[in-house]
Every structure is written in C-alpha cells, then in structure tokens.
C-alpha cells in the first residue's frame, strides 16, 4: 500500500445531496431515478471514509399545514436505513402562481460550512452543480478543506466548476450497476406521479415535489 491510497482511506468525507437536483437531471439524462443511494455514496467516496450523508429534499404546504405525502413518507423511511444518513426537508409553496422551494440551498450551505468549522471532515462532495452554492465552497475552502463535486457537464454552472476543487462528472454510464433490480423497485421507488411527468425545463419555472 502506497502514501497516496493510505490517504485516500483515511480522508473523512461528508456527502451532501440535493435531492431534487438529482431527480430532475437524472430523469433528463437517464430517464429514471430508482438509485441505490448507499451504493452511489460509496462509489463518490471512492475508499474513503464517509462520515455522513446529508439528503435535501423538500415537503409539502397545502393551505398553509405541513404535510408529507404517504409515497414520499416510504420513501424517506428507506433513505433513514441507510448507515450514517440525515435527511433535512425544506419545503415548497405556490408564489405568484408558480411553485418554489423554501429553504433547501440554505441547509445545505449551513451544515457543509458548520461541519468544516467543527472540523468534521476533510473533503465535501456536494451532488449538485447549482452555483447558488458557490460562496459557501469559497468559504469552506478558507477551512483548508477540498470541496468536490458531483454533477452532469450540462447542469453546473461555470461558478461552482471553477471554485470546486474537483469536478465529479457524471454520465449516464457512471450510474451502471447503481440501479434498484426491478423485483425491489416499487418499495423503493415511490415517486408521486406529478414528479414523474415533469420535465427538467419545468424544474425552474415550477419545482414540484420530488423525493
């Protein structure tokens, strides 16, 4: 064993999702999202020690009342069986007729600066291209620590690409051997039906709940 694989083993990682992102670009490149989200973590770790994975998504608000749909409820309880996992909901109401999220980028950004402050890993791998992230990458940085992301060429904006230290580039082919067998699918895959109709250029204009 050489220097360079010992450090890469021993390197603590932190993986924070944004699962909505992940929805809409992996329908657009690959035409499905039943992923086996423990075996697409340790294949970004690539040997190294995952200290936690944090997956963002967003919830309902229907008339002013909180609610989780039941799809979305099973969904969720199979992510929390994952080892070392923390799901964080933001959540998504109607704006001048348009749907918006509330609140993810926010977690995100606070716990990836929060974590690196308290020392609690060495590289970030933040599964999202979206350059509202950049200034909290710059701000890690200054922590000493190396930010890489994950992210589609053709959903990262040239901001992130050039502050992130490494640029994770995946493809549909990165995600073979990744996919739910089609006999686990349905408990593992319930996404509601309004999510599974929209289309990525609607993910701008109108975010709708996507687990």
């Not at 909180?66 to 979305?72: A, F, G, L």
């Not at 998504?92 to 890993?121: F, H, M, P, R």
């Not at 909290?136 to 992210?151: D, F, H, L, P, W």
Request: net charge positive; with cysteine.
């Amino acid at each position: 064993m050489n220097f360079f694989s010992l450090f890469k083993k021993q390197d603590r990682v932190m993986i924070f999702i944004d699962g909505s992102n992940l929805y809409h670009v992996l329908m657009r490149n690959c035409g499905r999202y039943d992923l086996y989200f423990s075996k697409f973590a340790t294949k970004l770790a690539n040997k190294r020690k995952i200290e936690r994975i944090f997956y963002y998504n967003v919830r309902q608000e229907l008339e002013g009342k909180i609610t989780i749909p039941e799809q979305q409820k099973k969904f969720l309880a199979t992510l929390n069986k994952i080892p070392n996992i923390e799901v964080k909901l933001g959540i998504w109401k109607e704006q001048n007729g348009s749907i918006v999220e509330k609140g993810v980028d926010v977690l995100l950004a606070t716990d990836l600066v929060l974590n690196a402050a308290k020392d609690k890993y060495d590289t970030a791998i933040i599964v999202s291209g979206d350059g509202d992230f950049f200034p909290a990458i710059e701000s890690v940085q200054v922590e000493g620590k190396r930010v890489e992301v994950a992210a589609f060429q053709s959903n990262i904006s040239k901001e992130t690409n050039k502050a992130c230290d490494k640029l994770i580039k995946l493809h549909k082919s990165y995600f073979n051997n990744l996919w739910i067998p089609k006999r686990n699918r349905k408990r593992y895959n319930n996404v509601p039906n309004s999510d599974k109709i929209s289309s990525y250029k609607s993910q701008k204009k109108r975010r709708k709940i996507s687990i």
